[in-house]
């Protein structure tokens, strides 16, 4: 792989100056695991310093799930306590820690707290998808189309793999624009992705994830086809891989597991799939489906939870929200959209 030493410096800078805005003297905690990218980590920890802030890295042990369902490979109450403390914090484990018990508690309970999820971060995605995006741009794009979207009550997605289903949107929740500004306190996420909460129960017709499925599968092989009644999951069909979520998804026994969880879209102009799914769910003209536990901040006030989440990629998507089509197979169509991609490299 390559390293990009120069490209990965500028790129950590915009997350410590720009994404964090951090101060000198504060906490500034990067946590990692054992798949980690260790050039990453080091390359933040150097940028923060440099301002003044006071990094803190924290290597653990790559547990054998994400969310709750690592916690009992965690050292919950120290991991905790360290967050606990912390001003900002930015997640590049690989087996990630998001939804987990420090994540939820320290979320919580630590009101200072800034958060940004850049799970599985290497040098070659961080270049692409932070070093080389025209921010700017990429805010218009996605405060305009978060626009669309606020004003949207029915949307229809279809996919070339087979993917079709609608929904019902609920207006009264705002759309979550991921720009990746992490300096005000709560959650964000890598920029490139717009989240919106459908009525669950209103969900009905197939997915077909072509893309990617983490956990328990990564990068698919095979088109993973699921039918879905009000919102569940009622049947899942495909090759080995599709018996392998299945028998993941139903392992937990828990009801949730069934359940989607969010939908969001993918507008960041230097993702491509590569199996690392905070990258894949963000690849321009994709639709990304969780499943799994529901955070606060998709259903407030408390979401819906559950033993885990993972998340499905829809490739070139085709989407209509209320009569107007808006993207066409992974291209977006709309004229007010369609100037913002041109000056993205995405025209």
């Known amino acids: 792989m390559t390293r990009y030493e120069y490209e990965l410096g500028r790129a950590a800078d915009i997350v410590a100056r720009n994404l964090f805005a951090l101060k000198p003297g504060e906490t500034f905690v990067i946590t990692a695991d054992t798949e980690s990218d260790s050039h990453v980590v080091d390359a933040t920890a150097r940028a923060a310093f440099a301002i003044g802030a006071k990094p803190m890295v924290i290597w653990t042990a790559s547990p054998l799930g994400v969310g709750e369902a690592a916690d009992p490979m965690l050292p919950v109450e120290a991991l905790t306590g360290a967050l606990m403390g912390a001003d900002a914090w930015v997640e590049y484990n ?114 077909v994830f072509d893309g990617s499925l983490v956990p328990p599968c990564g990068k698919l092989e095979e088109p993973i086809r699921l039918t879905i009644e009000a919102g569940t999951i009622v049947k899942v069909e495909g090759g080995a891989q599709a018996r392998e979520f299945e028998v993941w998804m139903n392992g937990f026994d828990h009801p949730q597991m069934k359940r989607l969880a969010h939908l969001s879209y993918g507008v960041n102009p230097g ?46 998507s085709s989407v209509w929200l209320d009569d107007e089509q808006v993207l066409d197979t992974g291209t977006f169509i709309e004229p007010q959209l369609v100037r913002l991609a041109e000056k993205l490299g995405k025209g």
């Open 271 to 316: 993702a491509k799939l590569t199996g690392d799914i905070v990258e894949d769910e963000r690849v321009w003209g994709s639709t990304e489906w969780g499943i799994g536990s529901v955070p606060a901040a998709t259903v407030p006030p408390d979401g819906f939870p559950a033993p885990s989440h993972c998340d499905g990629i829809c490739m070139n």
């Open 94 to 207: 690989n087996q990630w820690l998001l939804y987990s018990t420090p994540y939820n508690v320290a979320m919580k309970q630590n009101k200072k707290l800034r958060y940004l999820c850049l799970v599985g971060m290497n040098p070659d995605m961080m270049t692409r998808c932070i070093g080389r995006i025209d921010f700017a741009t990429l805010q218009e794009f996605q405060e305009t189309f978060s626009k669309m979207l606020s004003e949207t009550k029915h949307v229809r997605i279809t996919t070339p793999a087979g993917g079709d289903l609608q929904y019902d949107h609920i207006q009264s929740i705002p759309i979550r624009c991921r720009m990746g500004y992490a300096n005000k306190p709560g959650s964000e996420m890598l920029a490139g992705q717009i989240s919106s909460t459908p009525d669950f129960d209103s969900i009905e017709g197939t997915i």
